[in-house]
């Protein structure tokens, strides 16, 4: 639970983001949406994340960057975004 929850530096999403050094990505997703995805995070209730899972795909993610696998990691992500994107659609259609 404590990984799930933090935040600035520490969190994984926000360290990747800066990594890229795209000032465009940076600017949108660490100054703008970040802060939003965070309140919602912290709103949502822990019935409705995958704290296991999402650690495991970081891992897997991570790994490709490593590599240096670029196509790898991007599908990771898309992957692990599109996971979450549905955990928020589904929790939205319930309330």
């Known amino acids: 639970a404590s990984y799930f929850h ?3 530096d520490f969190d994984f999403h926000y360290r990747i983001i800066k990594a890229s050094r795209n ?4 600017t949108l997703l660490c100054d703008e949406l970040y802060h939003l995805l965070r309140m919602y995070r912290y709103q949502s209730p822990r019935s409705h994340s995958r704290p296991k899972e999402a650690l495991d795909e970081h891992k897997y993610i991570l790994q490709a960057i490593k590599n ?3 196509e790898l990691a991007e599908m990771l ?3 692990h975004i ?3 994107r ?3 659609e589904q929790q ?4």
């Open 77 to 79: 992500m898309r992957r």
């Open 92 to 95: 939205i259609v319930k309330e």
């Open 68 to 70: 240096g696998d670029e």
């Open 23 to 26: 000032h465009k990505l940076v």
């Open 86 to 88: 549905i955990l928020i």
């Open 82 to 84: 599109s996971g979450s």
């Open 6 to 8: 933090q935040h600035g």
